[in-house]
């Protein structure tokens, strides 16, 4: 099993940029499903950015399409969410989590997807 870490959350004002870093251990990324997923207080997991390494287009949700960009290194074994424009409704702590169950597509469907770690706190603010 492959285990993820997530780090580079942090506090930012609206507008800014924040680059999320997921490092995988004990498995290559490889030829995975990956996503990156997001929680806000009281509210259900949330699905952001998927992909599936080495192949295709990523998926995004409509709530980050054009500002998001979901990318790896399989080198470095390492999933990126670059995030833009950052707004205070972006403000959850991100998870990222490789796709446990077969689906057609690779989408960030939370239910399909886990373990789920510490995640990152992004925090968006004025």
């Not at 409704?89 to 169950?101: G, I, P």
Request: net charge positive; proline share 4%; hydrophobic share 35%.
């Amino acid at each position: 099993q492959v285990k993820l870490a997530e780090s580079g959350g942090g506090s930012v004002q609206v507008g800014g940029s924040l680059r999320l870093s997921c490092s995988a251990s004990g498995g290559s990324i490889s030829r995975k499903c990956l996503g990156w997923f997001r929680q806000v207080p009281g509210k259900e997991r949330e699905g952001v950015a998927a992909l599936y390494t080495d192949v295709g287009s990523p998926a995004y949700a409509d709530s980050v399409k054009g500002r998001f960009i979901i990318s790896h290194d399989n080198a470095k074994n390492e999933l990126y969410l670059q995030m833009n424009s950052l707004m205070p409704e972006d403000s959850a702590v991100y998870y990222c989590a490789t796709r446990r169950v077969a689906t057609l597509m690779c989408t960030a469907t939370p239910r399909n997807f886990g373990p789920w770690g510490q995640g990152t706190q992004v925090t968006v603010s004025s």
